[in-house]
């Protein structure tokens, strides 16, 4: 941290904005430079509530210097906060990002803080906080994308997006179950104990996929044998994601047959949702880079009015 | 324990004998007066791996009047402990209980421990720990029985029984993915701190119920929309039972679909899936007393050669 705090100085080389993302495990805080380069990422512990305090304490040292310097935070939480940041969701059917950001109050005077408002779905009742986020950063690049977003996570989100707007959208915990699965539950003893990595063993991972989209019914009892499968807790981890995966694509069929599929995450979880969905006969594209560092600063250009 | 200890005398009139229900949470260990009463339950952390070590250290202030006094446990694990005790799993079809129990070598002398040992079966391959007790509890007060048990908790068992033998079996994990979802995942934002007792809402419950079992597919987004299903906190929790019990009953369907089904446990959770399944046409009966302490007396009779 003390690296990049050396380039703020008289010399007027400093952060231009700096872009937060709040997720539930942990806030990730991006100091950008005027090129959009990121100077520096600090992040704290996630899951409180009283997110304004915690950005302002992220940076503090940066609050003497910031009078102008924006900090624009998505995916911020709402309980424990009545009408604070983050609170008004917007309604669909809406663009991801509302044309005009409102700076939060009864915040540090000195934290110039704008909150990215989530999405909220009235059939069935669901609210984004922090996808929005990263479907405008993919829109950025791909203004005329008509069809299905997957955003796998710890809660992955399905969106369906046409004339640039979100249309619908439906959520799993898929990501999440899978941590308490392997880490928390009776499985534990027969999995490696790192607990991640499910994509170490292929031909697990797909008999697993087309056994549960074969039996969806089945997930609870197929969920309970794993403790019995073989003895290669590789496969058994790997057996663990497909079912979990499968199970979300069964939950989200409407959403990927027959469509125009884009998976939007990086690394080998959003390569697994693509070998999944190539399984049943859909070539979907990944888009690999940092949507959330995208989506932010396309918030920062509306922010100057571009 | 200090009370119970004080019946431990020169007069005789002491414990006859210690049953010991070893699970994933917890080891409770009963010591049973020569008339069958249970005159003290001691309990430590489970989840370890050296089992005899613990049982001798729960009962350390009885071993010295060991000598005969047997202590006879179920649900032991076998992990860590190469041959260890339990490790004999009896294969199926079987009854629950062996017409021999061994005793477990290699720990401290005075501990006359035997070990029950679990079931294991072949297709699909799994393995029950503890449920094999619990089962034979419930046949030494219904040996004719004929049918399936449903043995809710952490893990649920649905056993099929014939003529005294467990034919078949099968398991899944919904109480402890009703733990994990209600205190450790995202959803417990949204529902009651204590996070236990779903059944305070009985109309939540029972739609959740009919809704996973017309579409057990959906299991996954149907949690993950828990997040926005009303305001009522009890409610959801209610909803999130429904769905986990629901989605064992679809999984487990030809289980207990025109069975002769019994429900073996106490309290408002037996009752829950007694109503769940009721709400399928099947009148299942409940055995609510503790059928794990009757199955170690069954054991203790075997061992007296009864």
Request: glycine share 14%; with cysteine.
């Amino acid at each position: 941290m003390a690296k990049a705090a050396d380039g703020i100085g008289p010399d007027g080389i400093g952060p231009d904005w700096i872009g937060v993302d709040w997720q539930e495990a942990r806030v990730c805080a991006h100091v950008i430079g005027p090129d959009g380069a990121v100077l520096e990422t600090r992040t704290a512990p996630g899951g409180g509530t009283a997110a304004p305090a915690v950005i302002a304490d992220l940076l503090k040292d940066l609050l003497p210097h910031a009078g102008s310097l924006p900090v624009i935070a998505c995916g911020l939480p709402t309980f424990g906060v009545p009408g604070g940041a983050g609170a008004a969701l917007r309604p669909l059917p809406c663009p991801p990002l509302p044309a005009v950001l409102h700076r939060v109050t009864g915040t540090d005077p000195r934290l110039a803080l704008y909150a990215i408002p989530g999405l909220r779905q009235d059939r069935p009742v669901d609210e984004l906080r922090g996808p929005e986020t990263r479907i405008a950063g993919f829109l950025a690049g791909a203004p005329d994308f008509d069809g299905v977003l997957c955003l796998p996570g710890p809660i992955s989100t399905w969106a369906r997006i046409s004339a640039g707007e979100v249309v619908t959208f439906t959520t799993t915990l898929t990501g999440e179950m899978f941590d308490l699965l392997a880490h928390r539950s009776s499985l534990r003893h027969g999995l490696p104990p790192d607990g991640h990595d499910g994509g170490q063993d292929p031909e697990a991972f797909k008999s697993a996929l087309a056994d549960i989209l074969s039996r969806p019914e089945r997930l609870a009892t197929m969920l309970c044998a794993l403790r019995g499968v073989g003895t290669h807790k590789r496969a058994r981890l790997s057996r663990l994601s497909g079912l979990l995966i499968g199970a979300e694509l069964a939950a989200t069929r409407p959403w990927w047959l027959g469509q125009s599929v884009a998976v939007i995450g990086g690394g080998d979880l959003a390569q697994r949702y693509a070998d999944a969905l190539a399984a049943q006969g859909v070539q979907a594209t990944i888009s690999g880079a940092n949507m959330t560092l995208a989506g932010l600063a396309r918030a920062r250009a509306l922010l100057r009015g571009a």
